[in-house]
Every structure is written in C-alpha cells, then in structure tokens.
C-alpha cells in the first residue's frame, strides 16, 4: 500500500526537513566520482574541506513553495561555495545533511562533473527539497 501526501501536507513535510533541529540542512560539495544512487549512506561520498564546500541553509531561506501535478518542492535563493583552499579542487556535486552532519538527506550530481575551481572561484547550488505527493503502482 502507497501513502499519500496530500499538496498541504507535502510542502508541510518538506518544511519540517528543511527546518532540521531548528539550524536547517547543510549543503556539501563532494569530490569523489560518484553518481549517486539510492542505497548511498554520507560515507560513500568524500566531502569537501568544510572551510568551503559546505554551507548550511535555514529554512527561512525557503520562499518559493510549488505544486505542479503532485511533484512539491522548496526552495532557497542560490548559494555560492567559494573555493578559498589555495589549490584547484575538482568536484563532483553535492550532498544535503542533516544539521548534525551524521544522515544523507539527499545527493546530486552536476550535469556537467567534474567542475574544476580554480582557487577563488565559485560553484552555485539553488537549494531545492522535493518529492512527489502522489505514487502509482
């Protein structure tokens, strides 16, 4: 039997996820090469230096808040991860956490990875949460 997420209850659910232990969710960049698939936990992933690839985003950030044919999602203006290291760091994409930093919420690779950043330069996320508020058999 499929649960159904009412839209009310859909957005409310991504709310509450994004909200965390009230600190909100952080965003990491990773730099293994890895396409994320669903049996990962945050281990497979090798994260970047938290001095840069990591940003945590509070869901009061969230404003933009959408329905379409069942599919929810939440959303933040873009974040910029500034790659202050010294060195050329290659990366792959990124991994949302819990604010404790210890449960994989979700992974994605960037269409175009690797990206090479050059010391001083920038990688761009739109912080985005979805999930769909209907499911077929």
Avoid: C
Wanted: proline share 4%; net charge negative; hydrophobic share 35%.
């Amino acid at each position: 039997m499929h649960q159904i997420y009412p839209d009310d209850g859909l957005i409310y659910m991504l709310e509450r996820i994004a909200n965390g232990s009230g600190s909100g969710l952080y965003f990491r960049l990773f730099e293994s090469n890895t396409t994320p698939a669903l049996g990962d936990t945050l281990a497979t992933y090798t994260l970047s230096n938290t001095s840069w690839g990591r940003i945590q985003v509070a869901l009061s950030a969230y404003t933009l808040e959408q329905v379409f044919t069942h599919i929810g999602s939440i959303q933040a203006p873009n974040i910029t991860f500034t790659n202050s290291t010294g060195s050329t760091k290659t990366v792959y994409g990124y991994v949302i956490t819990d604010p404790g930093e210890t449960e994989l919420i979700a992974a994605a690779r960037f269409d175009a990875a690797p990206l090479t950043v050059l010391n001083g330069g920038t990688v761009v996320v739109t912080p985005t949460l979805g999930d769909m508020s209907n499911l077929s058999s």
